[in-house]
């Protein structure tokens, strides 16, 4: 491995980019102009740029044979996630170290040292005369804390891609890559429900005066799963998995597992076998919370308000707005006479689903199988990343992938990048963009 490039690793996970933390935003944005200055040096044009408050690097390495070339858009970000608590760490977070074949450091895995990858891949084809493809850098300094002004800037992009390649992805296990060809999408809302003008003695009243909290039970339990099936209205849209999809799935942990090591118990049961059909090729409604009455004191109240909040995740293929409106009519059905419901959409997210047929995504697969030795499995995440949809809208096929592992720790103490992914990461990115000169 080449100890300048772990000497460059080193110099950009000294740069502490804690983007969650207010005093670190300088912090952020020389990490960022850490991306510029190695793009630049690239012989690349690269500037940081304010985007609605948020630093975004936004660079490009031509292509070797003229613009014309096709363009990939390369995404990674240079902001990381916290590091308490400090005293689990077993060496300096934002000091580099290599130890019994890891290298540790936060940002490490997740993910400057994967976007460095990236960096290393396209600026070593444009020094060998060989890079096929013009590689335009859009990076980011705040994926940890919500990743939307990415979303906002490729949504008002004119340039527009060929492709878009991601590094910031975990194999499933050691030597077993994949590509993330879907993320679920995000829609919250808060609902209130009122069945009178004010609480009441449940002496007087119990039996005859309408309870809120009895109401919004019943309203409930119109839009919850039944045998694990949410009702017909909430299912429209889904794209179900491929074939290959679904193949994938036999090849990851048990879903029986799954649940075991996190001590949750089966919302039913089929829900261990259909683990992974359920959280990310399907739609899950959660209630994510109830308020009302007297919870803790003795009361004999009867209540006549009551407030829940109630999240759906989106299922590749849906729509939000659908969704959101059969969700409403569904509740207000289910709604007992007499009593009033106000259903606030608080938040929305979009479902994103790459096109698996598209020439980007097969050239990509048959390139990274060539150069690393084993086919991607093509798996859906049940998790919500805003740069999906948008590159969806766009129409640009996304290479989502990357080489941290399971046991990476990313995001928590003791975050390290498997040393020997460093140089087969380089060069599988290397030969992904060489093949994406063929579009
Ligand atoms: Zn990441």
């Known amino acids: 491995m080449s100890s300048e490039l772990l000497a460059e690793l080193a110099e950009w996970i000294a740069i502490p980019s804690v983007s969650a933390d207010q005093a670190r935003t300088a912090d952020v944005e020389r990490a960022g102009d850490w991306l510029v200055d190695k793009i630049r040096a690239a012989g690349g044009e690269a500037e940081r740029i304010d985007w609605q408050g948020q630093p975004l690097v936004v660079g490009e390495i031509a292509a070797s044979g003229g613009r014309e070339a096709p363009t990939v858009l390369c995404y990674g970000h240079f902001d990381v996630q916290a590091v308490d608590p400090l005293e689990l760490w077993e060496s300096e977070p934002f000091t580099l170290v290599e130890h019994d074949g890891w290298l540790y450091g936060r940002g490490t895995a997740d993910d400057k040292g994967q976007l460095l990858m990236l960096l290393e891949a396209a600026r070593s084809l444009s020094r060998e005369n060989a890079l096929p493809v013009n590689v335009r850098f859009v990076c980011d300094g705040e994926e940890e804390v919500g990743g939307a002004s990415i979303a906002e800037f490729l949504a008002a992009d004119e340039r527009g891609a060929d492709a878009c390649l991601i590094f910031d992805m975990s194999m499933i296990e050691r030597d077993v890559p994949a590509f993330t060809i879907a993320t679920r999408g995000l829609a919250y809302f808060h609902l209130e429900l009122v069945s009178g003008e004010r609480d009441l003695h449940s002496g007087v009243y119990g039996g005859a005066a309408l309870n809120a909290l009895h109401a919004l039970s019943e309203t409930l339990a119109a839009v919850l799963p039944a045998a694990g099936r949410l009702p017909e209205q909430l299912l429209a849209g889904v794209v179900p998995p491929s074939a290959e999809e679904q193949a994938a799935v036999t090849a990851l942990p048990s879903g029986e597992r799954v649940l075991a090591e996190q001590g949750a118990r089966p919302a039913d049961a089929s829900a261990a076998a259909e683990f992974y059909l359920r959280t990310c090729a399907q739609p899950a409604l959660d209630v994510n919370g109830i308020e009302g009455g007297s919870p803790h004191l003795q009361k004999t109240v009867l ?137």
Do not use: C
């Open 303 to 439: 209540p006549v308000r009551a407030t829940a909040n109630l999240s759906i995740r989106l299922a590749p293929g849906q729509d939000a707005v659908v969704i959101g409106a059969a969700l409403e009519q569904l509740l207000h059905e289910a709604l007992p006479a007499g009593a009033e419901l106000s259903v606030q959409l608080l938040s929305a997210s979009a479902p994103g689903l790459v096109d698996q047929s598209a020439p980007a995504i097969e050239l990509a697969l048959a390139a990274f199988e060539q150069s690393f030795g084993r086919r991607p499995l093509l798996i859906r995440s049940g998790g919500t990343m805003p740069i999906m949809p948008a590159l969806q809208a766009k129409g640009i096929p996304a290479i989502v992938t990357g080489f941290d592992l399971p046991e990476g720790n990313i995001h928590s103490p003791n975050e390290r990048l498997w040393a020997g992914y460093l140089e087969p990461g380089i060069a599988t990115a290397k030969a992904i963009l060489s093949a994406l000169g063929k579009l």
